[in-house]
């Protein structure tokens, strides 16, 4: 993974005018053959078009005589031999006397997809794939939960070919990729004393942060990013490094070898792991996956979870009757690492707030003279602005009270997606059907965190009665309650995550917002 490097200068001076490279064109290796322009446009005409030339991450061309005025650059990256688009910006722009800021940021380009497979023309002529050609794609690692589930003995499953322990969860990850046609190399998401996950999925040992479990052991090799079987991308980054951990997750693993859609059944995986990917020792291994014992615990996660909750949820006695689980598989041979688009055009934001308070929303920070669910819309409606997303007047607290139902506050039909792209629900059907595409995990900052929410809620949208802190205006301990939701979950838990349990009102929680 590459490292953050600082924004190259947009400017126009004595007559030369210079862009940062595309994002996509920055962090890699050119192929051959690429052209690139600058085209200058006033008042519709176009009156001048350059050349542009690359030297490191800067863009330039000459412009010489260019007189102070309005105008609208055009920048566009083009592979010379078949003519196709690799990256392209627009944008309006003012010239001055002197050096002029022209405004243009790596961001500001955008990678067309002629084949419309989700990868773009760039990304697929670096993966020597066919950008006219939807069935000829790049193919990134993948990772899946297996369809078949046993007890944390792992030596019992039927495909643990005479294994203990993690080899045999290595063993039946590859089993199961072998019978769905996988020839390359899989591992099991599982840690125990010796081994953390982490270490072991990047073909190392030991524990993380250990001198057996460097990643600069790996050298050229590449280990990820990580798709799931039906192509979504779950995991964006390739070689993790010590200081990472696997947090930043874009959709639940709950779909199987097979490509089975999995999302909506409770799922879950043994795992023995935090979000880090390291050994749980609070949570427990079964003895390194070798007991059945009453007296021994086994972690676990959900299949239905992203942040931290996929991999660390709960633990299980090891000889408990109901003690089954299945297995996280990692493909941990090189592979391609461009990813598909996974950006949904056109939809709104909805997102968890950065912030959080008691039961009484009044005494939130900007929840001004308003209390209750209009204070609560209030808090959304500055988090959005404040972090310049679009529409931020429009923005609601997925909050219900004794009288309003937030399925009834919601007069628009989506589709939502979070402040990275990652879909969460394709229309309001979704958002109140009880299992969401992703969880509400990222905030309006764009950080995931796994959190309780306030929400007052069913997953059908309708209220909770009685759970709503005095229709959240009071924070009493005693004789006040709410209902929350959990941030990691994608099933129902998502916005009722207590319905076992009364929380007092004086605890705190985050929100959820979304645009309506």
Same mark, same amino acid.
């Given at each position: 993974?590459?490292?953050?490097?600082?924004?190259?200068?947009?400017i126009?001076?004595?007559?030369?005018?210079?862009?940062?490279?595309?994002?996509?064109?920055?962090?890699?290796?050119?192929?051959?053959? $690429?052209?690139?322009?600058?085209? $200058?446009?006033?008042?519709?005409?176009?009156? #001048?078009?350059?050349?542009?030339?690359?030297?490191g991450?800067?863009?330039?061309?000459?412009?010489?005589?260019?007189?102070?005025?309005?105008?609208?650059? +055009?920048?566009?990256?083009?592979? +010379?031999?078949?003519?196709?688009?690799?990256?392209?910006?627009?944008?309006?722009?003012?010239?001055?006397?002197?050096?002029?800021?022209?405004? /243009?940021?790596?961001?500001?380009?955008?990678y067309?997809?002629?084949? %419309?497979? %989700?990868?773009?023309?760039? &990304?697929?002529?670096?993966?020597?794939?066919?950008?006219?050609?939807?069935?000829?794609?790049?193919?990134?690692?993948?990772? /899946?939960?297996?369809?078949?589930?046993?007890?944390?003995?792992?030596?019992?499953?039927?495909? #643990?070919?005479?294994?203990?322990?993690?080899?045999?969860?290595?063993?039946?990850c590859? #089993?199961?990729?072998?019978a769905?046609?996988?020839?390359?190399? /899989?591992?099991?998401?599982?840690?125990?004393?010796? &081994?953390?996950?982490?270490?072991?999925?990047?073909?190392l040992?030991?524990k993380?942060?250990?001198?057996?479990?460097?990643?600069?052991?790996?050298?050229?090799?590449?280990?990820?990013?990580?798709?799931? $079987?039906d192509?979504?991308?779950?995991?964006p980054?390739?070689?993790?490094?010590?200081?990472?951990?696997?947090?930043?997750?874009?959709?639940?693993?709950?779909?199987?070898?097979?490509?089975?859609?999995?999302?909506?059944?409770?799922?879950?995986?043994?795992?023995?792991?935090?979000?880090?990917?390291?050994?749980l020792? &609070?949570?427990?291994?079964?003895?390194?996956?070798?007991?059945?014992?009453?007296?021994?615990r086994?972690?676990?996660?959900?299949?239905?979870?992203?942040?931290?909750?996929?991999?660390?949820?709960?633990?299980?006695?090891?000889?408990?009757?109901?003690?089954?689980?299945?297995?996280?598989?990692f493909?941990?041979?090189?592979?391609?690492?461009?990813?598909?688009?996974?950006?949904?055009?056109?939809?709104?934001?909805?997102?968890?707030?950065?912030?959080s308070?008691?039961?009484?929303?009044?005494?939130?920070?900007g929840?001004?003279d308003?209390?209750?669910?209009?204070?609560?819309?209030?808090?959304?409606?500055?988090?959005?602005?404040?972090?310049?997303?679009?529409?931020?007047?429009?923005y609601?607290a997925?909050?219900?009270?004794?009288?309003?139902?937030?399925? &009834?506050?919601?007069?628009?039909?989506?589709?939502?997606?979070?402040?990275?792209?990652?879909?969460?629900?394709?229309?309001? #059907?979704?958002?109140?059907?009880?299992?969401?595409?992703?969880?509400?995990?990222?905030?309006e900052?764009?950080?995931?965190?796994?959190?309780?929410?306030?929400?007052?809620?069913?997953?059908?949208?309708?209220?909770?009665?009685?759970?709503?802190?005095?229709?959240?205006?009071?924070?009493?301990?005693?004789?006040? /309650?709410?209902?929350?939701?959990s941030?990691?979950?994608?099933?129902?838990?998502? +916005?009722?995550?207590?319905?076992?349990?009364?929380?007092?009102?004086?605890?705190?929680?985050?929100?959820?917002?979304?645009?309506?």
């Amino acid at each position: 993974t590459g490292g953050c490097q600082q924004e190259s200068p947009s400017i126009y001076e004595s007559g030369q005018a210079t862009f940062p490279l595309p994002a996509g064109i920055s962090t890699r290796t050119l192929p051959s053959g $690429i052209t690139a322009q600058a085209r $200058i446009y006033q008042n519709d005409e176009e009156i #001048a078009v350059a050349p542009i030339k690359i030297s490191g991450t800067l863009a330039t061309a000459q412009f010489p005589g260019l007189a102070p005025g309005n105008y609208v650059v +055009t920048l566009q990256f083009v592979q +010379t031999s078949s003519s196709q688009v690799l990256a392209t910006a627009r944008k309006s722009v003012t010239v001055g006397t002197g050096a002029s800021q022209l405004g /243009f940021s790596s961001n500001d380009y955008t990678y067309p997809d002629d084949d %419309k497979d %989700k990868y773009s023309n760039l &990304d697929e002529i670096n993966e020597e794939t066919n950008p006219s050609d939807a069935q000829d794609k790049p193919q990134p690692p993948r990772v /899946f939960i297996t369809s078949i589930k046993g007890s944390a003995k792992l030596s019992t499953w039927s495909e #643990a070919d005479s294994k203990t322990g993690v080899d045999a969860g290595d063993a039946i990850c590859q #089993a199961r990729a072998n019978a769905a046609g996988y020839s390359t190399q /899989f591992k099991a998401w599982l840690s125990d004393t010796h &081994d953390d996950a982490y270490c072991r999925i990047l073909g190392l040992s030991g524990k993380k942060g250990s001198a057996t479990c460097d990643p600069a052991l790996l050298g050229n090799r590449v280990v990820g990013p990580w798709v799931r $079987i039906d192509g979504e991308t779950v995991f964006p980054f390739d070689n993790p490094g010590v200081s990472d951990d696997w947090d930043t997750m874009l959709v639940p693993i709950c779909v199987d070898e097979n490509g089975l859609n999995r999302c909506s059944d409770e799922i879950y995986a043994w795992t023995g792991t935090d979000s880090a990917g390291r050994y749980l020792k &609070d949570n427990g291994t079964c003895l390194g996956w070798t007991s059945s014992s009453t007296n021994e615990r086994g972690g676990y996660g959900s299949g239905n979870s992203t942040v931290g909750g996929w991999t660390a949820t709960w633990r299980e006695t090891c000889g408990a009757t109901d003690a089954v689980a299945r297995l996280y598989c990692f493909e941990t041979t090189e592979r391609a690492q461009s990813l598909p688009d996974y950006r949904v055009a056109g939809s709104k934001t909805i997102f968890l707030s950065s912030i959080s308070g008691t039961g009484d929303l009044n005494s939130w920070e900007g929840a001004g003279d308003l209390a209750g669910i209009e204070a609560g819309d209030a808090v959304c409606q500055r988090l959005a602005n404040d972090n310049k997303l679009p529409n931020p007047e429009r923005y609601k607290a997925w909050l219900s009270d004794d009288t309003t139902s937030i399925r &009834d506050r919601i007069t628009s039909n989506g589709p939502w997606s979070r402040p990275d792209g990652v879909l969460v629900a394709k229309d309001k #059907a979704q958002l109140l059907s009880g299992i969401l595409h992703t969880s509400i995990a990222v905030t309006e900052e764009r950080e995931y965190e796994w959190e309780r929410v306030w929400t007052g809620t069913l997953p059908d949208g309708t209220s909770a009665a009685g759970l709503n802190c005095s229709n959240w205006r009071h924070d009493n301990s005693d004789t006040e /309650f709410g209902k929350r939701g959990s941030t990691t979950s994608t099933r129902r838990e998502w +916005t009722d995550a207590d319905h076992w349990e009364k929380v007092s009102c004086n605890l705190k929680a985050r929100i959820i917002c979304l645009e309506d």
